[in-house]
């Protein structure tokens, strides 16, 4: 293996030895990926797959994070005139992170203000789980 990695290193030093008496370098990247060996393909693959997890994600959080802009107006006004109903119902429809807690804490109304923390707490860190999921 060795000694084919030496002769590579070889080959390319005559070539460019040779091209640099014409004052220019022409070595075709397809050639370069050709003389890698499995190294190369090896290479590509972890590319490809490094690829495919940034846009993934990048979609899936971007996703996350869009919001409606009167979200939270609507669930105020939806609390203040006591529609509970609509608010959860509002909160399940939205179907993003922050509705999802929100619907968890609109649940837990009546309770003690430590449990309803703690429960949007625990969504909170499955939807973080959710987001971080395929990365790990």
């Given at each position: 293996?060795?000694?084919?990695?030496?002769?590579?290193?070889?080959?390319?030093a005559q070539m460019i030895g040779n091209s640099s008496e014409s004052g220019e370098i022409t070595l075709p990247i397809i050639d370069l990926v050709l003389k890698g060996g499995w190294i190369m393909a090896i290479i590509g693959v972890l590319s490809?797959?490094?690829?495919?997890?940034?846009?993934?994600?990048?979609?899936?959080?971007?996703?996350?994070?869009?919001?409606?802009?009167?979200?939270?107006?609507?669930?105020?006004?939806?609390?203040?005139?006591?529609?509970?109903?609509?608010?959860?119902?509002?909160?399940?429809?939205?179907?993003?992170?922050?509705?999802?807690?929100?619907?968890?804490?609109?649940?837990?109304?009546?309770?003690?203000?430590?449990?309803?923390?703690?429960?949007?707490?625990?969504?909170?860190?499955?939807?973080?789980?959710?987001?971080?999921?395929?990365?790990?």
């Open positions: 293996m060795t000694t084919a990695i030496i002769l590579q290193i070889q080959e390319t490809l797959i490094a690829f495919y997890i940034f846009f993934e994600r990048y979609f899936v959080i971007g996703r996350a994070s869009k919001e409606d802009k009167n979200f939270m107006n609507n669930i105020r006004n939806y609390i203040t005139s006591g529609k509970l109903e609509s608010a959860q119902a509002l909160c399940v429809t939205n179907n993003s992170p922050i509705g999802r807690m929100i619907a968890k804490g609109l649940s837990r109304i009546g309770k003690p203000l430590n449990d309803i923390n703690t429960a949007i707490e625990n969504v909170g860190k499955l939807e973080v789980s959710r987001l971080e999921k395929n990365v790990a």
